[in-house]
T-cell receptor, first 115, second 112 residues
Framework: EAGVVQSPRYKIIEKKQPVAFWCNPI?????LYWYRQNLGQGPELLIR????????DSQLPKDRFSAERLKGVDSTLKIQPAELGDSAVYLC?????????????FGEGSRLTVL | AQSVTQLGSHVSVSEGALVLLRCNYS??????LFWYVQYPNQGLQLLLK??????LVKGINGFEAEFKKSETSFHLTKPSAHMSDAAEYFC??????????FGTGTSLTVIP
């Protein structure tokens, strides 16, 4: 079974430029999460989707960040314009509420460097 | 809201020695508890989970953790450290609202 797939793995941009990250969750997982992980820290939730509905986006900086999950499968996280402080690893994770205990399955992450 | 505390941001052990990584959570109701491991430039991988069954949970790579309700702890142990265990370890709690809370992580160094 394929795991959570993210792209790109690495992205280097100049400040004020836009950037987008894509995530394909594990098939059948209805819950999708975007986390931001700064160097030496734990993941911090940006947004959580249940199917196509964003049920928790309280930590998403909505002035520059946006996300969508069309059709309740793939998701895209966008930053426009990027700032120096956005440099981090952006992790996507998925889980299934109907099976098991809902543990998270993570992708390998997208490392963003803003110059 | 929940909080997860990992004591010791960096832990060093000799190869073959006992590994002990500490995790305490804040909750009056036993939640679901997890330990994840992260190798450099990779995502987080599940090591083990507590789901209110046995209090001693065995995971992959010889790791285990014991849930102690009275101490609100879920410490991770491994009897004998291996060089390949060097990584970042995260304790996490899943509350009844399907919200995950992560600790700040513990970086494990294994000295040959």
């Amino acid at each position: 079974e394929a795991g959570v797939v993210q792209s790109p793995r690495y992205k280097i941009i100049e400040k004020k430029q836009p950037v987008a990250f894509w995530c394909n969750p594990i098939s059948g997982h209805n819950t999708l999460y975007w986390y931001r992980q700064n160097l030496g820290q734990g993941p911090e939730l940006l947004i959580r989707y249940e199917n196509e509905e964003a049920v928790d986006d309280s930590q998403l900086p909505k002035d520059r960040f946006s996300a969508e999950r069309l059709k309740g499968v793939d998701s895209t996280l966008k930053i426009q314009p990027a700032e120096l402080g956005d440099s981090a690893v952006y992790l996507c994770a998925s889980s299934s509420r109907g099976l098991g205990t809902g543990e998270l399955f993570f992708g390998e992450g997208s490392r963003l460097t803003v110059l | 809201a929940q909080s997860v505390t990992q004591l010791g941001s960096h832990v060093s052990v000799s190869e073959g020695a006992l590994v002990l990584l500490r995790c305490n959570y804040s909750s009056s109701v036993p939640p679901y508890l997890f330990w994840y491991v992260q190798y450099p430039n990779q995502g987080l991988q599940l090591l083990l989970k507590y789901t209110s069954a046995a209090t001693l949970v065995k995971g992959i790579n010889g790791f285990e953790a014991e849930f102690k309700k009275s101490e609100t702890s879920f410490h991770l142990t491994k009897p004998s450290a291996h060089m390949s265990d060097a990584a970042e370890y995260f304790c996490a709690v899943l509350d009844t609202g399907n919200q995950f809370y992560f600790g700040t992580g513990t970086s494990l160094t294994v000295i040959p």
